[in-house]
């Protein structure tokens, strides 16, 4: 038996320069609301948390201003970043092999993978931190995200902090097949050790947070967050639609209606997403 991921000889500290989002929409001086259509100057946009400040859209970001919005300025240690991607099953499709894939989402987004895993402070307190990156490859859950997320665990199990991950996927990754999915019961059993340590998992779920991802560690936090107008579900609402031959409602699936029907804890608007995190991590550890 193959692999499930294989390890580069160093480990960088650093978050990678070269990241885009998914949308490209922040090139150049301005970027279109997708919501409104407003054009909004990047240094305003950057200002205001990449929230469009017209009609209240939050953009989808990348890892690197998920930290830089989230985290204390310059307290985030990156750790396990030469954690790479195997081909386990061989797969490749009419638009080429998985490896192939997975190298061009690492130079288009100058991750490793679809998860960037560390240490970092909020407001002084020091957290088990992780982000999924919607950009390489829809965020998708492979053997490597897994075993990343287990090993974060793990590590803020032995040093005590609690654990805090910020989702934005679309599942499982099929390329990985029946070892994509073994990675929801491992990282369910990791947090199974949290919970037993006394240790809280803030879970926080963004646009979108779908598939595999959602149906293990994603729901498994103290408190589960949203953020306001974010997809977040298993099945994608087309797919629901052509399987029961019924209209949704709407807002379905959207983090208003998962709270509103129990599925999330809180809806938090991003700039209040520190503080709010801060304040119930304070109150599990007091």
Request: aromatic letters at 8%.
């Given at each position: ?9 160093s ?5 990678p ?17 997708p ?11 950057k200002?205001n ?18 930290i ?33 894939k ?33 950009s ?15 090993r ?48 809280p ?19 498994l ?26 209209k949704?409602?709407k ?36």
């Amino acid at each position: 038996m193959k692999n499930w991921f294989v390890r580069e000889d160093s480990d960088e500290k650093r978050i990678p320069e070269k990241l885009e989002t998914n949308e490209k929409i922040f090139e150049g001086q301005w970027s279109k609301c997708p919501e409104c259509g407003a054009m909004i100057h990047n240094d305003e946009l950057k200002e205001n948390l990449y929230v469009c400040p017209k009609c209240d859209y939050h953009f989808r970001i990348n890892n690197k201003k998920r930290i830089e919005t989230f985290l204390d300025p310059k307290s985030f240690k990156e750790c396990n970043s030469n954690l790479l991607s195997s081909n386990p099953l061989d797969f490749s499709d009419a638009s080429g092999s998985y490896v192939e894939k997975v190298k061009k989402a690492r130079k288009k987004t100058g991750m490793n993978e679809a998860i960037v895993t560390g240490s970092g402070k909020i407001n002084g307190m020091k957290i088990g931190f992780g982000v999924l990156d919607f950009s390489f490859l829809g965020g998708s859950m492979a053997s490597v995200v897994g075993e990343k997320i287990t090993r974060l665990i793990e590590k803020s199990i032995r040093m005590k902090m609690p654990v805090v991950i910020v989702s934005a996927s679309g599942g499982a990754r099929m390329h990985e097949g029946i070892f994509s999915l073994m990675q929801m019961a491992k990282t369910s059993a990791a947090l199974a050790l949290l919970g037993d340590a006394h240790l809280p998992f803030i879970s926080i779920v963004t646009d979108p947070t779908t598939g595999g991802v959602t149906a293990s560690f994603a729901m498994l936090g103290d408190v589960i967050i949203g953020e306001p107008k974010s997809l977040i579900g298993f099945a994608g609402p087309r797919v629901i639609e052509q399987t029961i031959k019924q209209k949704l409602p709407k807002g379905f699936q959207r983090s208003e209606f998962a709270l509103e029907h129990g599925l999330i804890d809180m809806v938090v608007h991003r700039k209040d997403l520190k503080d709010t995190v801060y304040k119930l991590l304070k109150a599990f550890t007091a």
